[in-house]
């Protein structure tokens, strides 16, 4: 009889303990962003190893960056907002006061199943000790390296808002939420330094004047 107790209180806790966690999908293909034409919105912008304003293929890690609470503008105002086609990327998330996801399924493929798009099937919990729905920040990021911050090729999305939610159908998927962007080369180290060097000239120049 006690066994049988203890079972139910376990399997009472198990469940309590599902339905607390808050979760998404990182999930794109045929929703929203995928257009119907499943030809997502991740694309590549210039300096990078694609076919300028194309879907970015095969190659590369789709990400999630993400904290409590609506702080879209804040966020934003931090980052300079996605990634876009023009120019270089210089958009470190360091400091934009979002965390990296890093539990299960926080990342996806970008292109398997065409051209920027992503589907991971599999819940990625935000929140494990989440009550009830909540409201999230989030950016993705798209890599072609070991990590966002390390790779020569990347690119972010807008900060966006979405309701994690506790686990019940295949629903909440990023890709109905989640604004487009462009990977982009990130300047190398020398690029900075010249720069650097073309700036302090010019101020040079002008206290001489």
Known sequence: MKKVLVSAILGLVAVASVQAQSYIRLYSYNTASDNGSHVGNIIYGSGSDGTLGAGVGTGYTVGVYWTIGNVVAAVNSTTGGGTTQGGLNNGSLVGSGLALATSANSTAALGVDGPGIYDNNN????????????????????????????????????????????????????????????????????????????LASLLIFRRRK
């Open 123 to 198: 819940i990625m919990v935000l929140d494990p000790s989440a009550v009830s729905a909540q409201t999230v920040t989030i950016v993705l990021v798209a890599y072609n390296g070991a990590n966002y911050e390390s790779s020569l090729i990347r690119g972010h999305s807008a900060a966006f808002t979405m309701t994690a939610v506790v686990p019940t159908a295949f629903e909440n998927l990023t890709g109905n939420f989640a604004p487009g962007f462009a990977v982009a080369a990130v300047p190398e180290p020398s690029t900075f330094a010249l720069a650097g060097l073309g």
